[in-house]
T-cell receptor, first 114, second 112 residues
Framework: DAGITQSPRHKVTETGTPVTLRCHQT?????MYWYRQDPGHGLRLIHYSYGVKDTDKGEVSDGYSVSRSKTEDFLLTLESATSSQTSVYFC?????????????FGPGTRLTVT | QQQVKQSPQSLIVQKGGIPIINCAYE??????FPWYQQFPGKGPALLIA???DVSEKKEGRFTISFNKSAKQFSLHIMDSQPGDSATYFC???????????WGLGTSLAVNP
């Protein structure tokens, strides 16, 4: 998985609790992304980062926040988890440069909010 | 509004068949069209990609056909194998924008 790890890989949490998912890369790639994948909805971008401390919202950012204090780590936080946030979460990375658009995905985190 | 429309949603073929997955788009500023393959329990991985200045690209048994005037592109899998059973996603992007616009995916099953 191109030097990308996600932790935890599985998590069950209760409604209203905060949850933080971690994405760690060893590739020194500039761009990092958080997606959620749900049946019938494909991959939906939550947030992405174009550098340390530089982040922007994706199409489904409500209820999520992110932080990137160093190149290798991109954190996704659910401030107060809801059942609608039960999903599989994927982190992805990509290089900078005009010919490097491939996104490399991590193994995913399955989150269940009860 | 789905900017990249992918069809069919699911597809079943026999081994050796040629499944075809189609994607249509409206934004003529799209300049990069990748296909990703995802196996159960794994993250998606780039399969093949094309730019709008070529009409076809082949990599092994996988071919992208691109029709700029129709604003459509398709993935063909020649001599399909059970190991090709996966979900396939098309996507597109514009200029230096690093965000991909994704289709909703096609679940392909290749029967032995």
């Amino acid at each position: 998985d191109a030097g990308i790890t996600q932790s935890p890989r599985h998590k069950v949490t209760e409604t209203g609790t905060p949850v933080t998912l971690r994405c760690h890369q060893t590739e020194n790639h500039r761009y990092m992304y958080w997606y959620r994948q749900d049946p019938g909805h494909g991959l939906r971008l939550i947030h992405y980062s174009y550098g340390v401390k530089d982040t922007d919202k994706g199409e489904v950012s409500d209820g999520y926040s992110v932080s990137r204090s160093k190149t290798e780590d991109f954190l996704l936080t659910l401030e107060s988890a809801t059942s609608s946030q039960t999903s599989v979460y994927f982190c992805a990375i990509s290089e900078s440069g005009s010919s490097h658009y491939e996104q490399y995905f991590g193994p995913g985190t399955r989150l269940t909010v009860t | 509004q789905q900017q990249v429309k992918q069809s069919p949603q699911s597809l079943i073929v026999q081994k050796g068949g040629i499944p075809i997955i189609n994607c249509a788009y409206e934004n003529t500023a799209f300049d990069y069209f990748p296909w990703y393959q995802q196996f159960p329990g794994k993250g998606p991985a780039l399969l093949i990609a094309i730019r709008p200045d070529v009409s076809e690209k082949k990599e092994g048994r996988f071919t992208i056909s691109f029709n700029k005037s129709a604003k459509q592109f398709s993935l063909h899998i020649m001599d399909s194998q059970p190991g090709d059973s996966a979900t396939y996603f098309c996507a597109a992007k514009t200029g230096n924008n690093r965000k991909l616009i994704w289709g909703l995916g096609t679940s392909l099953a290749v029967n032995p």
